[in-house]
Every structure is written in C-alpha cells, then in structure tokens.
C-alpha cells in the first residue's frame, strides 16, 4: 500500500505542478515579475525622495491572484545605524547600535550622538539616552497600524504596508553566526553569503511585546537577505512555497485568525528545511513530499512552541503568538492535513486549483480516498480482467490462423514492458472499474449523491481510454442507466464510426497489430487502446450501474463449478459487437424509435450467428432479453434453451425462462 500511495503522490505531483504552471508561476514569468518590481523600487524610491525597497510577497513574486498579497515597502527615515563607534561620523545623523542582557534576540537598542534627535529619545534602565520608536508609530488618516507597518488600502487598487525604518549597512552582529555556520548542502553558497554580508539589514519600530522597554528596542529586519533567498528558490521550492500559503489562508487561519501563523512562519520554515536537505529532494515529483515535510517541522515546531529564526536562531518567533490553545487548535488542524495524505488539495479555492486538480488528477485522488480493501480490490478486479483479456486475444489470434504469432502477441503484455507501461494499463482498466462501482454505490440511494456521480463520471472518462471497446461500452451503459439517452447515444455513435471496424474485421486488426509490434512503433498502452477490443467484464459491486439484463447474469444459478474461476469472479462477460448492439437497442427501445432498435437487434442476432464469440451464453441471453421486450415470447425461451446447453452450471438462463414464462401467462391472460 506504501509503494500505491507513493506512486501516486508522484503523479499527483507532476500534475499539480503543470496545474500551478498555468495560474502564472512558471519560471520565465516569475522572473518577469521580479525584474519588474525591481524596476517599480526605482519608482517608489523617486516618489518618496529617499531610500526605499519593496519587500514581501510581491517582491519575491511568490503570490497569486488568489492569495491577494499586498505590497510591503520600506522607506528610510535617513537615519544611519553603525555597530561601531569608529563608525559615527561617516554618516549624517548617525545612531548606535546598543543591547544588554535584558534587550531580547533579534532585537536592539539605538543610541544618537546628534543633538537634533535628542528630543524623541529616552533614557533605558542604564541611563543612556535611547531613540524612542513611539515617535514613528503615528499614522495617518485612512491607514491602519499591523506591527511595524502602515497599511493602506485603497480599496480598488493593491494594497499596501509601508513601513519607516533605519538602515543598518553592516551585516548584524547578532547574525553573525550565520555566516559561518556549516552548511552540509552548501546551500546558500559561500557566494551568495559574501553578497548577503554586503546587504546589511533593517531596523523598524517595533519592540517584544514582553519586554519592560518594548518602546525604546527596534526589530532586527534582514528582509533584502530573505528576498535574494527566496530569488534562489529552484521551481519545485518555489511552488512548495506558494502552496503551503495556499493551505495556510484556506485551513489554518480560519481556525486560528490572521495574526497566529503566518507566511513568514513557513517562509522561515522552508529556509531550515532547504539548508539542511540535499537539492535532489526538491524535484517537481516530489512536490507533494516536500510540502507534507514543511507541514510535519511546523507540527515540531508548534509542539514545542518555538521557531527559531533564519538568521537569529535565538529568536523565537512563535513567542506571543503560538501558545495553548492556540497552539492545541494548530495541531489538530496540522495533524489532520497530514492523514488525508493530499487529497486536502482539491479544497484549496485560491485560483481555483482545487476545481483544476479535480478535474486532472480525479483519479489518483480517489484511489488515495478509497481504503486499503476497495484498493486491493480494483486492482486486483482489473488484473482478473488483464488476464483474461489477454488469454482470449492470443485465443482467437489462434483461431484465425495466426497460430505462428501467440508469442509476439504476449510479448507486451510480459516480461519487456516497463513497470511503468504495465501501471498505465492496470491503472486505466482500474479507472473504468472503480467508477462504475462509485456510481453503482451512489445510485442506491433514493437520492444519488451527485459529487459521488461526478467522480464515478471522470473515472469512466479516464478508464474509456482502457481499449477499443470495453472502457467506452462502459460509460454508455453509465449513461444509459441514468437516463442520459442523448449523450448514451453519441457514445455508441463514436464507437460506430471509430471502432466497429475494429471490432468485427479481427484478422485485419491482427495484422496491423503484429505489424505494429515487430516494428515497435507503438507502447503497449497505445496498441492497446487503438487496436484491441477486449470484452466487456462487470462485479458484483458495479450491479447497480448496468441494464437489467446484465444484473440478471450476475445472479446465476449455483451449480457444480465447470467454469474457470476467474470468470466466477467477475460474474458477467459480454464480447463488445453483442454488448454495443444490445446498448443502442435498449437506448433506441427508450426513446420508442422503433426502427432504429429494431435495427440494433437484428445486428446482433447477427453477429450471434456468424461470429464466433467469446461468450456464446451471455450473448444469446442479452438476445433473448430484448426478444422478450418485443413480446416474441417463443423466440426467447428457445435461444434460452440454447444457452443452457452451453452453460450448464451457473447459467443465468434459469432465472430468464421463468421470466419469460411468468410473461408469457401475463400475456395471454391480459388478452384474454
């Protein structure tokens, strides 16, 4: 069961990721995006007259339409912040960088040695005189204050925070450690930590909240350090990235509101995580995993009730924020994700990738949804079929003399395919099984579950691909139970025009499948589905999906087993010619056409007596079906007779004859 659901979350991710390529974040339109807003920089910092930079999710370009980020911009209040006294008069208004053993991690102390900023500051617990960040909290009119930024919100146009702040052009000391800490990965490069040693950092007006002098300390930003990191993302961590703001805005902050976990949190959470895992985890198969591996260090984290910043390891940014029940309310939301093993994914609306997903990944999903028994089961259901369908084609290629080429004619379905070849085919004859029996589960309510419908629908749309005949034979009949006779109708219509040929002329198939195979032009699953018909199977669990006829042959009389054991399990075989005949005539028979159905009979009583079929019993059973629809009572009960000389045990013609005599008294009474 592990080595399904890795499959699957393989292929689930490949497509998630071409889903996520299309909203907009393929590569070369990210990098569209970021030399943009390094061009809009320029802009705003034109605008305000002094320095300024945007930072944030726009600046990164890890947002989407759905995510509705806003823009987060500094703007210098032109202050300078050296960490050294040496340092003071290479700048104007220049401020020192102080702390003591009560200042908390990730923050400091400024400390003016102009005279013209005396007047907003205040003397700490030392007696120095220390710049006050009240001073810079005021806002204005139509803006509302988040921590250490002004948000404005303009309604119709992007909203956007903008906080003031102090530029402190040398790398923080208290991060020093960062520079020099081993990097088993080697990521980021040495390279890219001289240039970010260069970058410098950001001090904005905002204090711990537990501090007794949370007015005078000033918070350790390095936000350009993390936007040139996140720059370095490769695609599959970029994606990761997004997608676990998507589960963030549409799982957790519901639960817990805005201000608890934030995208910061998990932007942090991605830096450990990158750093301390090779490169070759962060690959577009493994998109699902690397996001499940963020989710279970955030349930570490939120256990213990700390997150240790990038930068600053000793800060702990859950402080405040994440702590009993808040903490207990993440867990179980976290905990919860986690055992649904992905399939939380079809509920994401941010840019409609649940809907997307759905609809192109329906069927791993579901396979992850069903439980382990209803696994096994269509697989295995779908591996009786394989070999059956296989026993019969090599079969019948006897039959017609092709007797030199039984060999060739296994060769695909044996030992020189690859595993992944055989998965597509079992897959796909899996599909056709497991939705019929969804719908056949839903439609035994009085009233059908329509979501359920809907799935059982896009697994019969994927399976039809299974062969020539049998995946789309079940999709008609899908529709013909639910009544949907128009679009029953185009289906038989399709298999007329595109696979008749196919299903009556075998020995021409034949040679276009030897020849296709000695030349090896086609895989196994496309010569599958475009030259082989193989026959229509049904279990007991789809009962409720199929025409009346078909639920009559799975309650066969109970008998001495003369039959092989395979078939015993799948109850009902159909060749494809009786089975499309026998469609388009109970299609034809419902919207009272009666030419057309009686055109449909005659065909395959047709076919009845000239082919040499694969299940003679069944097919003279279906036959007599719609004879005893007609009213032609004695016609019915012999190609009855017929059938119980060719199946002696377990024959659904015992149940048929009682019918058709029960009928035929009806009959002839009510004429009397």
Request: net charge negative.
């Amino acid at each position: 069961m592990t080595s399904i659901i890795s499959e699957y979350y393989k292929d689930v991710s490949l497509r998630l990721n071409s889903i996520l390529d299309t909203t907009g974040l393929r590569e070369d339109i990210r990098w569209k995006r970021i030399n943009m807003l390094i061009q809009s920089e320029e802009a705003w910092s034109f605008q305000f007259a002094d320095e300024s930079h945007c930072f944030g999710s726009q600046a990164e370009a890890t947002t989407t339409p759905g995510l509705q980020s806003d823009a987060d911009l500094f703007v210098s209040l032109g202050i300078t912040a050296v960490q050294d006294v040496e340092n003071w008069g290479l700048h104007n208004e220049s401020v020192l960088v102080v702390s003591d053993a009560n200042t908390p991690p990730g923050f400091v102390k400024l400390q003016p040695i102009e005279n013209e900023l005396q007047d907003i500051c205040t003397s700490d617990r030392y007696g120095r005189s220390i710049l006050c960040n009240d001073y810079f909290t005021s806002i204005q009119k139509d803006w509302e204050r988040h921590g250490p930024a002004n948000t404005y919100n303009p309604g119709t146009k992007l909203p956007f925070d903008m906080v003031f702040g102090i530029k402190l052009y040398a790398w923080p000391d208290q991060a020093s450690r960062w520079l020099t800490r081993n990097r088993r990965y080697n990521w980021p490069s040495q390279e890219m930590i001289v240039l970010f040693q260069q970058t410098g950092a950001l001090l904005v007006p905002v204090g711990h909240k537990l501090s007794q002098e949370h007015h005078l300390e000033w918070r350790i930003s390095i936000s350009y350090g993390e936007k040139l990191l996140t720059w370095l993302f490769n695609s599959t961590q970029y994606k990761c990235y997004i997608l676990l703001k998507m589960i963030n805005k549409t799982f957790i902050k519901p639960v817990v509101g805005d201000d608890a976990l934030s995208s910061y949190h998990f932007k942090t959470c991605m830096f450990h995580l990158i750093e301390n895992t090779p490169a070759t985890i962060w690959q577009p198969e493994n998109l699902l995993l690397c996001v499940e591996m963020c989710l279970r260090l955030m349930y570490v984290w939120i256990e213990g009730e700390i997150c240790p910043n990038y930068f600053i390891p000793e800060e702990n940014m859950f402080q405040c924020k994440i702590y009993g029940h808040i903490s207990r309310q993440l867990l179980r939301v976290l905990s919860n994700l986690l055992k649904e093993q992905c399939r939380y994914l079809v509920s994401i609306s941010c840019d409609n990738i649940g809907e997307k997903l759905v609809r192109t990944c329906q069927i791993p999903l579901m396979e992850l949804e069903l439980q382990g028994e209803d696994v096994t089961e269509a697989l295995l259901t779908s591996a009786v079929m394989l070999r059956i369908c296989i026993q019969h084609t090599v079969k019948y290629a006897c039959i017609n003399d092709w007797i030199f080429y039984p060999r060739v004619l296994v060769r695909p379905f044996a030992c020189h395919e690859s595993r992944e070849e055989v998965r597509t085919i079992l897959r796909t004859f899996c599909c056709s099984f497991m939705g019929s029996k969804l719908a056949a589960q839903s439609l035994i309510d009085e009233i059908p579950d329509n979501h359920s419908l809907d799935l059982a629908h896009e697994f019969l749309l994927w399976g039809s691909s299974s062969d020539v005949t049998s995946g789309k034979l079940k999709l008609a009949a899908f529709y013909l139970v639910q009544d949907n006779l128009d679009i029953c109708k185009d289906v038989l219509n399709e298999i007329h025009i595109k696979c008749t040929n196919k299903i009556l002329d075998h020995k021409k198939i034949y040679k276009h499948i030897i020849k296709a195979i000695l030349s090896e032009t086609l895989s196994t699953t496309q010569l599958i589905s475009q030259y082989i018909p193989f026959p229509v199977y049904y279990h007991l669990s789809e009962m409720n999906c199929t025409p009346k006829a078909i639920i009559l042959e799975m309650f066969r009389c109970t008998g001495s087993d003369e039959v092989n054991s395979y078939e015993n399990y799948l109850l009902v075989s159909v060749d494809p010619k009786v089975y499309l005949y026998f469609l388009e005539y109970l299609c034809h028979h419902r919207q009272s056409k009666s030419l057309h159905k009686m055109v449909a009979l005659n065909n395959m009583i047709t076919v009845i007596r000239h082919e040499p079929l694969d299940f003679m019993d069944s097919a003279l059973n279906l036959a007599a079906y719609c004879l005893l629809q007609e009213g032609i009572f004695l016609s019915a009960y012999n190609i009855m007779c017929k059938s119980m000389k060719l199946r002696k045990a377990q024959s659904a013609a015992k149940w048929q004859i009682t019918i058709i005599i029960n009928a035929a008294f009806r009959f002839r009474r009510g004429g009397q």
